[in-house]
């Protein structure tokens, strides 16, 4: 057959420079990944060959071999495993299917250290590609399991590569990379070297379930043949007691499940006895990964039978609100042949989902009291995921609560959970305020906070788009309601209020005329216009009545393609603000108030503005800006 030649996909082509040219610093671990895909392959065929008693595939030795030629400086991985036909190849390995790649590689290309670039790429499962650090080719040889054909791919990661079709390929996949020299310098170690190859496979891969064997005549100190020599332990870390293990092996195996080149934020041990025993190794990432809120980002632990590899990212053992978390879970009573509609109905698993949740939220409240650097580091990457769960998981919602915290106008860098924030609020204070917001920045700016401020008034600041959504779910804590200060009425009772309740009825009086007059001038944009209890500096706000829709979240029901209706607001103004004081007295010196129209148009436009919106017509309301400039000069 002939041999084709195809250009790896942009994406890929960008990825493949960065990798040959610039980000490690550590390029050993191009071994540790190669490794694992082949583990990953011996784990597909072995759950394929279980559920497809009819596939030609031989499971009786599921092994990797690594064989090293000194002569030719080439060192191969090679596995027995599940393989790869032709099209899989191209796909596979000339493209990066992926959502979020165009945003990784601007991350990569930004980030300020080395050590940074490596966390993304490992992030984002390329182990493939991390060959080319210490390889001036690869040639990967495939046959999958059940079918005749072999696949043959090489390239010198210089922006394309060859595929053809190969007679007599065994099954499964062999790596094969021809070696640059060594650099010590570079830290390019000499990779045709036996002790550096065992070492690399101890630190990094002696958990691996499958053998990892030396072969071929590198392992013989005379130079001639012997026998295979199996580098790694397969000890299940899961199975062993804590004491047993050294946090280096607990990292190590996070990075093989994870694929993220960084250590874990907090390692969490379970072991169920009982009626139904399952050991569970769950992991806590130091980082979120880029594609986290993304539709197809996979979730889930890793989901064992006595030792037997069942299934990769099992969604069933946790809710989608700790999706972020890795691991592994082995359960001694389950059928080896389980699918995933059969785990969303079984109680064993719901129980353990319980379990497992309880586990995680313990631990993370735990390291709230004990490591409060290292919480804010958790809830600073997973804060907004784990929020969901006071929508989803009305179960634990108090869990959720507890280990939940927010921003707050007590302190710049400070946050705060809700217990704090009711444990300091002055007596005779009825609710827990918040206002939610794109950013800290154009909240704490807000015509909203003005009269908060003034008087002292903790307010917590909510800037993710989830909090539009669970504040309601939760609605109160401690008997005290939780209250947006733009939304409804907002009674602050007398706590350091300058205005008597007779000038707040005399002004009632005084602009009661402009008042009605207004709210027939904008009848088209607003339910309503009434004094302010809320501004003390900004002329007016616009609020939403209390059981209306925020803006905020009218954009995000409509960003999924719901329709909302266009709700009406209210226009607040305040009494004491001088251009409100001068358009009240127009109001009443003059009889014709057409021109007044556009300054009540103007004062509502203004209060769009200051709360981050935007006016209905944008272009008008530059017009009348510029009209009243120019009227100035």
């Not at 005399?506 to 402009?514: P, R, T, V």
Request: charged share 30%; net charge negative; glycine share 6%.
């Amino acid at each position: 057959m002939s041999t084709e030649t195809f250009e790896f996909q942009v994406e890929a082509r960008q990825l493949l420079q960065l990798m040959i040219h610039s980000v490690y610093s550590n390029k050993d671990v191009f071994l540790r990944e190669l490794v694992s895909n082949a583990s990953d392959a011996l784990d597909k065929l072995r759950l394929a060959v279980l559920r497809d008693d009819s596939l030609d595939a031989d499971i009786s030795d599921l092994h990797i071999e690594l064989e090293i030629d000194k002569d030719a400086r080439t060192l191969t991985v090679r596995d027995n495993g599940v393989g790869m036909s032709y099209e899989e190849v191209g796909q596979l390995i000339g493209t990066i299917a992926n959502s979020g790649t165009a945003e990784f590689l601007r991350e990569l290309r930004e980030a300020q250290d080395t050590a940074g670039a490596e966390g993304l790429i490992g992030q984002f499962g390329v182990g493939f590609y991390s060959g080319f650090m210490v390889a001036d080719e690869v040639t990967l040889l495939t046959r999958r399991a059940g079918e005749k054909k072999g696949t043959r791919w090489t390239s010198s990661g210089e922006g394309t590569y060859t595929l053809e079709h190969a007679d007599n390929a065994p099954q499964g996949t062999s790596v094969t990379l021809r070696l640059k020299p060594a650099d010590p310098d570079n830290q390019l170690h000499d990779y045709t070297s036996v002790w550096k190859i065992k070492e690399i496979v101890k630190r990094y891969s002696d958990f691996i379930t499958w053998p990892v064997k030396l072969v071929g005549e590198a392992g013989s100190e005379d130079g001639g043949p012997a026998e295979p020599e199996t580098l790694n332990s397969m000890k299940a870390l899961w199975a062993r007691s804590r004491d047993e293990v050294s946090e280096d092996e607990y990292h190590e195996l996070y990075k093989h499940i994870s694929h993220d080149w960084r250590d874990p934020l907090e390692t969490i041990q379970l072991q169920a006895e009982g009626t139904f025993e399952y050991q569970a190794l769950l992991f806590v990432p130091a980082h979120a990964p880029h594609d986290l809120f993304t539709q197809d980002f996979k979730r889930g632990v890793q989901l064992y039978v006595k030792r037997v590899f069942i299934m990769d990212d099992c969604e069933a053992l946790l809710p989608p609100y700790l999706r972020f978390v890795k691991g592994v879970v082995d359960a001694q009573d389950l059928s080896l042949n389980v699918s995933r509609e059969i785990l969303q109905q079984d109680r064993h698993i719901r129980m353990m989902q319980r379990r497992l949740t309880k586990k995680v939220l313990s631990s993370v409240k735990s390291m709230m009291a004990g490591d409060p650097e290292r919480y804010a580091t958790f809830w600073r990457e997973f804060g907004a995921v784990v929020k969901e769960g006071l929508i989803t998981d009305s179960d634990n919602r108090d869990a959720v609560l507890a280990v939940s915290s927010f921003a707050t106008t007590h302190g710049e860098d400070e946050t705060v959970t809700l217990k704090q924030y009711v444990e300091r609020v002055p007596d005779g204070q009825e609710n827990i305020y918040y206002i939610t917001g794109g950013s800290r920045q154009s909240i704490d700016n807000s015509p909203h906070m003005e009269a908060f401020r003034e008087r002292g008034i903790e307010v917590l600041l909510l800037t993710d788009p989830v909090d539009e959504v669970w504040v309601d779910a939760v609605g109160e804590f401690e008997g005290k309601r939780l209250q947006s200060i733009a939304k409804g009425e907002i009674d602050l009772g007398a706590q350091g209020d300058k205005t008597s309740e007779d000038e707040r009825e005399k002004q009632a009086e005084e602009y009661a005329d402009l008042l009605g007059w207004m709210s027939q001038e904008l009848d088209e944009d607003v339910k309503e216009v009434r004094l302010s209890s809320r501004l003390t500096v900004s002329p007016a706000c616009v609020v939403a009545d209390a059981q209306d829709l925020t803006p905020a979240l009218e954009n995000m029901y409509r960003a999924m393609g719901q329709e909302v209706p266009r709700t009406k607001r209210i226009l607040e103004l305040n009494a004491d603000h001088q251009l409100v004081k001068g358009l009240n007295q127009a109001y009443r010196d003059r009889e014709d108030r057409s021109g007044l129209t556009e300054t009540a148009q103007l004062l509502y436009s203004l209060a769009v503005l200051a709360e981050g919106g935007r006016p209905a017509d944008p272009a008008h309301f530059v017009k009348m800006v510029a009209d009243r400039l120019e009227r100035t000069l």
